[in-house]
């Protein structure tokens, strides 16, 4: 099905100035998130009110996981979402976290040994040149992460190359309100609470100026509806959480 791809807003001076070069945009995420690793965990808790495990587990969820399954998570930084996926797949199955920030893995190392031992396991990766087979894991997620991805049609076009058939493609990711009073309500929220105290609490104002300025610029719903659709997913279902904030994106590979 053939979906109509809207054309996004330009980015206000505020978003350009925090944003990377294109192609400096993969080296300066991985040095980003090496910084901020030690504080990622206490900040994604005090900017979301610690909703955001709530939406973690309705990725966890739509990814559609039994007992036995193998399911991947890409971008995995401290591994939440992969734990929550070790949950669902039990420990008959197995999880593979992956990031290309060692920092961020570490802490997730810890974290699974903690909440899942000899389930999760952690292996550096590329989300676009994925370590991992074709054809092989029963569900594929990421949380917050495919925005980040330096080509995201290359990222999605890896998610769905592992994926076995008839498995799920999961992307959690923030976005903008489809009203445009909450839009603008939540920009103005985005570009002043969350550098303010992300900054404080970080001491790496720049990598929260950052936030914001990648979710105003990333895709539409439509559009990354339709980059999924030309990485060879279908079915691709768009859940709206916390009035249009946050999106769950669930596309099936044929």
């Avoid at 995201?152 to 190359?161: K, P, S």
């Amino acid at each position: 099905m053939s979906v109509a791809v809207k054309t996004p807003e330009k980015p206000g001076s505020a978003a350009a100035a925090a944003l990377p070069a294109p192609g400096e945009k993969h080296r300066y995420v991985r040095a980003m998130f090496d910084a901020i690793a030690p504080r990622y965990d206490l900040l994604n808790s005090l900017l979301s009110a610690r909703l955001h495990h709530g939406w973690r587990r309705v990725a966890a969820a739509q990814a559609a996981l039994r007992p036995g399954d193998t399911a991947l998570d890409v971008c995995t930084g401290t591994g939440d979402l992969a734990i929550q996926l070790a949950r669902r797949v039990g420990r008959e199955g197995r999880v593979i976290g992956g990031d290309f920030s060692l920092p961020m893995l570490r802490l997730g190392e810890r974290k699974a040994r903690r909440c899942a031992p000899a389930v999760v396991r952690m292996t550096l990766a590329d989300a676009q040149a994925l370590p991992y087979p074709s054809d092989v894991f029963d569900a594929v997620t990421v949380a917050f992460g495919i925005r980040n991805v330096a080509d995201i049609e290359r990222g999605l076009g890896e998610m769905a190359r592992v994926a076995r058939p008839g498995g799920r493609v999961v992307i959690l990711e923030f976005n903008q309100p489809r009203n445009r009073a909450l839009r603008a309500l939540w920009r103005w929220l985005s570009f002043r609470f969350i550098p303010l105290v992300g900054g404080l609490v970080s001491g790496r104002r720049h990598a929260y100026e950052y936030l914001p300025s990648s979710v105003d610029v990333f895709q539409t719903r439509e559009e990354l509806t339709s980059l999924m659709e030309r990485a060879g997913l279908g079915d691709v279902r768009v859940t709206d959480l916390m009035f249009g904030t946050v999106v769950v994106h669930r596309g099936v590979k044929s």
